[in-house]
């Protein structure tokens, strides 16, 4: 009877014990992932306002590739260089001067108004890189990780919990073992025998495995699930090369000029093939010297091979160079789509473009940097709601609004109202 009571006692101390243990562990990782995402949206934020007009967290563009650059530079160094880097140039530091030699003598706008928290935020961000994975850093160096993963530090904490955990339920079952009689074993293989001997025989053990097994497999599948139908990152191959670097970055051309239907209707459009006439009628050849780096493999395509893509519009369009003249034999470009949502949201370009004056940028990237278009933004429906959140209404030149926005200004006691109040998180807005 006394073995049994000491077997109650000890099953009871040992539940209460490794329920305090996982209650803690779960808690603390939940906090410690919602103070990282938090952490990673800040920075993101204030990366892209500031810093993804010449950098790129992945390669080389108007300035260096910023993935991973805490591992490179010293903060402190890196706040001197983001405040002033002229007058950190100006002191004589070699690493500044080296970095505005190899840049063509560039000068990088000095950010003096930001916080030692706001650039922490930013570094934080080039280390973690985007939500759910992203781009590869220098010289294939990962410089993203998922924020909806337990830290890596956490799950040494709590493997090592766990050990301990088994180690101190062996010495247990063992101590159990004894007080009811049984010879003691010598020995650490002795002492694994009755561990095993013991959890095959301890029905609470057997429940707190299911247990534990079933919370494992269910953050596997839900966090698999909420990735179904996100497309962040996606880069098809198209039938015709198509450099948005070359057309919108290097000679300027308005994103509205070929998708002109953006600013009057739902859908931003596929450029017609008369649109790309309008300039290839006269351009049949890339300049000398024109090169597009693919991202797959990084093959560098020349004049040569550009030359060729221009001559698979005239195919298709039915353009004869020669005589130049339309030979009425046309067929169409299978364009393979990139941004597709889901049929039962609703999205209005021509709200967002003519309306909200919304730039192409804010949801497709930095699209004039780009040699292949990828989608850029993960385009959910927390992501959306986000954005509605934080951006506040545009009152220029609409009296409606105007009015509307005093009445709700007054009712959440705001100067400016957001979208997300003047209504822009309505179940009908986007589902109907």
């Not at 010879?183 to 009755?194: R, S, Y």
């Not at 000398?288 to 493999?297: R, S």
Request: hydrophobic content about 35%; aromatic content about 10%.
């Amino acid at each position: 009877m006394k073995s049994v009571n000491h077997h109650s006692k000890l099953s009871r101390t040992l539940l209460s014990s490794l329920t305090f243990l996982f209650v803690f562990l779960v808690s603390f990782s939940v906090n410690a992932q919602d103070v990282d995402a938090e952490r990673q949206k800040a920075g993101r934020k204030l990366f892209n306002a500031n810093c993804a007009s010449c950098h790129k967290l992945d390669k080389k563009s108007t300035g260096p590739a910023l993935g991973g650059v805490e591992q490179r530079r010293e903060n402190e160094w890196l706040k001197k260089w983001i405040r002033n880097n002229a007058e950190l140039r100006a002191s004589g530091d070699a690493d500044a001067i080296a970095i505005y030699e190899e840049y063509n003598q560039s000068n990088m706008t000095a950010f003096p108004q930001l916080t030692d928290q706001n650039i922490d935020d930013i570094l934080y961000y080039t280390t973690v890189g985007n939500i759910g994975g992203g781009p590869k850093g220098p010289e294939g160096t990962t410089t993203t990780q998922p924020i909806n993963q337990a830290p890596k530090w956490l799950i040494w904490i709590l493997a090592a919990a766990i050990i301990v955990a088994f180690l101190i339920i062996g010495n247990l079952l063992k101590t159990v073992s004894e007080l009811k009689g049984a010879p003691k074993t010598p020995g650490l293989l002795g002492q694994a025998a009755e561990l095993w001997e013991g959890i095959k025989k301890n029905t609470f053990l057997h429940v707190l495995f299911v247990i534990f097994g079933a919370l494992i497999t269910a953050y596997v599948l839900f966090g698999t699930l909420f990735k179904v139908g996100v497309d962040q990152g996606y880069q098809p191959v198209q039938p015709i090369l198509f450099s948005h670097k070359i057309h919108a970055g290097d000679n300027k051309i308005e994103c509205q000029y070929c998708h002109s239907a953006a600013k009057h209707s739902k859908h931003s459009g596929i450029p017609s093939l008369n649109v790309c006439m309008n300039c290839h009628k006269n351009i049949s050849e890339v300049a000398e010297g024109t090169q597009v780096v693919l991202e797959e493999g990084g093959r560098v395509v020349g004049k040569t091979e550009l030359d060729k893509e221009i001559a698979k519009i005239y195919e298709h369009v039915g353009w004869d160079k020669d005589k130049l003249e339309y030979t009425g034999n046309t067929k169409p470009i299978e364009w393979v789509r990139i941004h597709n949502l889901p049929d039962f949201a609703y999205f209005n370009h021509s709200q967002h473009v003519t309306v909200a004056g919304v730039k192409c940028q804010k949801c497709h990237g930095p699209v004039e940097e780009m040699e292949e278009l990828y989608q850029y933004s993960p385009l959910t429906m927390g992501w959306c709601i986000d954005c509605h959140k934080e951006t506040n209404v545009d009152l220029k030149g609409n009296e409606y609004y105007a009015k509307i926005h005093a009445d709700l200004a007054k009712k959440y006691g705001v100067e400016q109202v957001t979208i997300a109040q003047l209504g822009g998180k309505e179940c009908g807005k986007c589902h109907y």
